[in-house]
């Protein structure tokens, strides 16, 4: 069985900081797949906003590049993002997903529950 337990999750000021953390359990490893990050705002639909490949490669999305770092630790099997700067837009659950298909496929085929970010005065 395999599961991801997102945390770190909560409120801040504009301008603060957040480190969410993915905790992977079961038969995958975050070192052999793809890993991502998604948040849904209320009323909107889902968004990818980072991935970081098999081999580390980190991809993000625009509105995110520059204020959040993605990361993994193949020991402990966990993924993080680093948020800084964070902004009212980024009040959302976010989600971390994993992509174990070879050759990545897209379909991120395992999510986590989600973790609220709010961001306000």
């Known amino acids: 069985q395999v599961q991801l337990a997102e945390s770190g999750g909560g409120s801040v000021q504009p301008g603060g900081s957040l480190r969410l953390s993915c905790k992977v359990s079961?038969?995958?490893?975050?070192?052999?797949?793809?890993m991502g990050w998604f948040r849904q705002a209320p009323e909107k639909e889902r968004e990818w906003i980072s991935t970081?490949?098999?081999?580390?490669?980190?991809v993000y999305e625009d509105s995110v590049k520059g204020r959040f770092i993605v990361s993994k630790d193949g020991a402990k099997n966990t993924l993080d993002l680093r948020m800084d700067n964070l902004k009212p837009e980024d009040t959302a659950t976010y989600y971390c997903?994993?992509?174990?298909?070879?050759?990545?496929?897209?379909?991120?085929?395992?999510w986590g529950q989600g973790t609220q970010v709010n961001v306000s005065p």
């Open positions: 997903a994993a992509d174990c298909a070879s050759p990545f496929s897209g379909k991120w085929n395992f």
């Open positions: 079961g038969v995958i490893r975050v070192d052999f797949c793809a």
């Open positions: 970081i490949t098999k081999d580390g490669l980190m």
